[in-house]
């Protein structure tokens, strides 16, 4: 619009509108003629037809040529066309805004056919993709017969945009966020995520951060002491008290729970950016995003709730630290400072790492607010509170008597905890860091505490993001923090447009990032009532049933062992057969897969010399230093479907 101004001429800007138009128009006849033509394919020679079926696909006769000479032509004659049509208009300075609001929306169309288009070149003509394609080409069609409808349509809906939500249409608009979340990550089929979590890669990655910690709490054992957390000392008793209540510990129901956190995790940071960002639509817009990027993104396939670290749900309390910091902000009252403090105890029982930034973070934000004795009396009783009610009824009834050893390992954890990095995303923590500049700035500026709030609190959240942005938790598994803080600026930068540019702003996106949401291909593939994806359910349970069967390798371990017993076992099915024989995990360390935690598995069996050690066949001749020093001290004296039994010489 802005490039159409500058036309010197009425009549030149008329023009080049009627081009444009043309230009759009002959895309989308080329469109049509590339669709009709996918129905007459071009008949292959005789050549082609005796090669192998995967050449002939690359040497198929195409009908390049034929579709650019339609494009020109139809180009060509649709300008004529236009000129001839709005000769007497041509000095109308109403025509050219008309064409190109007309033309935008033939765009949009446009663009939402070529997106659908490659989506079904990229995954294979996929049901989602060719219901989009087709809904768009018909509206395409059928909004330039019923444009002045349409235009009509357009506008009334632009000035409801423009007022505020009556109270009833903004609980609705709540409750169906709500449903949204519960929508997009609910799992009706618990067989279907098992399944998927199998076939799409084996359970090594929710082994290793969820189930093994979670049954070696479920069997007794103390976290930090006897088996090594991944995350916080009260994670994997966090996993099996929750997994426990929804059924049993095993992988079906720690998933379930899983699917819970994420789900309490998008509705706290929905509930957050509302409060900030005071719009509904840049609410629901940024909960959307947040749902891609940090839980629905490529890294997590093929089920984000495999890959809880990645996931960011061990800082699920973080989210909830931040809108209490903000409300104490806007409405200085002490049980938010308890209920905040409360939070972060419960952090930093579920991950060292969160729980010490989020304390750094509380502890700045009452030096800022000049509320540094009351409110860190506050932050203590509420962590002291989190440790001594909820610490005792997650790590055990022995948790204070062995604190005092506790507390070796929780250093060692600490310690191991992932550092600040600045790699290949170098734009993340540029971004948090000019954020936390800028609203610092801001803040200094403003004297009304209703003023300042917004911007102290922007400063604390992008100074929390670039402290917490580590190695192992890139900026995807704190999308939450980094959707708040873009959304945040791009408000401002739209603070002195009209209210009903920015209500229409703000609604496009939603629908966009609702879009983007629904195109996505992790979220294609997720086990939900949808199945847009077009999953072949039946054939993954089946690989699942037949491939990860390990009834008889727990009846072998439960043969050679006794109850109670810590059975070592070296396999990517160990966590499964030890939760089928109702055994304990030996290893400090659930996956000895580098040269220091390998050597460290090998000296633990030097020290306690188990009597039988269950190696995967598929491993047992693996170059592998600690595979050598078994086969070394042990010799095989039985199998079963996936293990092989090995007893000290």
């Not at 000769?87 to 190109?100: Q, T, Y």
């Not at 996929?126 to 009509?152: D, H, M, T």
């Not at 801001?442 to 580590?470: C, I, T």
């Amino acid at each position: 619009m802005v490039i159409f101004k500058r036309i010197p001429h009425c009549s030149l800007r008329n023009t080049a509108a009627i081009a444009g138009v043309a230009l759009l128009e002959s895309v989308q006849v080329l469109i049509a003629v590339v669709w009709i033509s996918s129905f007459v394919p071009v008949p292959a020679g005789p050549s082609i037809e005796n090669l192998w079926p995967l050449h002939q696909k690359t040497l198929q006769p195409e009908r390049e040529l034929l579709f650019f000479q339609v494009f020109v032509v139809a180009n060509v004659m649709l300008t004529a066309a236009g000129l001839w049509f709005w000769r007497r208009r041509r000095e109308d300075p109403g025509l050219g805004k008309a064409l190109v609001v007309f033309g935008a929306w033939e765009a949009v169309f446009i663009l939402i056919e070529l997106f659908a288009v490659f989506k079904m070149i990229v995954y294979g003509q996929p049901l989602w993709a060719q219901i989009v394609f087709y809904g768009a080409f018909a509206g395409s069609w059928s909004f330039k017969i019923f444009w002045p409808e349409f235009r009509q349509a357009v506008e009334g809906a632009g000035k409801w945009l423009s007022h505020p939500l009556p109270p009833w249409a903004a609980g609705a608009w709540d409750v169906g966020m709500a449903a949204v979340v519960v929508w997009a990550l609910w799992i009706p089929d618990l067989d279907k995520a098992v399944s998927l979590a199998f076939v799409g890669g084996g359970f090594e990655s929710l082994n290793h951060e969820a189930a093994s910690p979670a049954w070696a709490a479920a069997t007794g054992l103390k976290v930090g002491i006897d088996v090594h957390s991944p995350s916080g000392l009260g994670w994997g008793t966090f996993l099996a008290a929750g997994s426990g209540w929804l059924g049993g510990v095993d992988h079906r129901h720690l998933i379930l729970f899983l699917a819970w956190l994420g789900m309490i995790y998008a509705a706290g940071t929905y509930v957050l950016l509302k409060e900030l960002l005071l719009s509904r639509w840049l609410a629901g817009a940024g909960l959307l995003v947040m749902l891609k990027l940090q839980f629905l993104n490529a890294a997590m396939m093929p089920l984000p709730w495999v890959h809880p670290l990645m996931a960011g749900l061990p800082h699920l309390p973080d989210v909830f630290v931040l809108l209490c910091l903000y409300q104490h902000a806007c409405r200085p009252t002490v049980v938010w400072l308890w209920v905040g403090g409360l939070c972060v105890g419960l952090a930093w029982l579920l991950s060292w790492y969160h729980g010490l930034v989020l304390f750094a973070v509380f502890l700045i934000y009452l030096l800022q607010q000049r509320k540094s004795v009351f409110g860190l009396w506050a932050l203590l009783a509420g962590f002291l509170g989190a440790w001594m009610l909820v610490g005792p009824a997650i790590l055990g009834k022995t948790f204070f008597r062995q604190s005092l050893g506790n507390a070796v390992t929780w250093w060692q954890d600490l310690n191991a905890a992932p550092e600040p990095y600045f790699g290949a995303a170098f734009w993340v923590p540029l971004i948090y860091a000019s954020s936390f500049a800028a609203a610092w700035e801001m803040d200094r500026r403003h004297r009304n505490q209703r003023e300042k709030a917004p911007w102290a609190f922007v400063a604390l959240v992008s100074l929390y993001g670039l402290l917490s942005y580590g190695a192992f938790t890139g900026f995807y598994s704190h999308a939450a923090v980094l959707v708040l803080i873009v959304l945040f600026w791009g408000q401002q930068a739209l603070a002195k447009a009209p209210a009903k540019m920015q209500s229409k702003v703000a609604a496009v996106f939603c629908l966009l990032s609702f879009g983007a949401l629904l195109t996505n291909v992790v979220f294609m593939l997720y086990p939900n009532a949808l199945n847009i994806g077009g999953v072949d359910w039946p054939n993954i349970k089946t690989v699942y049933a037949t491939q990860a069967e390990v009834h008889s390798d727990a009846a072998m371990v439960e043969r050679l062992t006794f109850p109670g017993q810590h059975v070592p076992i070296l396999s990517g099915f160990d966590t499964q057969v030890l939760m089928a024989a109702g055994r304990r995990p030996f290893f400090y360390e659930a996956r000895p897969n580098t040269n220091a935690r390998s050597r460290r598995a090998a000296a633990q069996i030097q020290r306690e010399h188990p009597p039988f050690i269950f190696v995967d066949k598929q491993w047992l001749n693996a170059e592998a230093a600690l595979i050598k020093f078994i086969k070394d001290h042990y010799v095989p004296v039985e199998e079963s479907q996936h293990l092989v039994a090995l007893r000290k010489k």
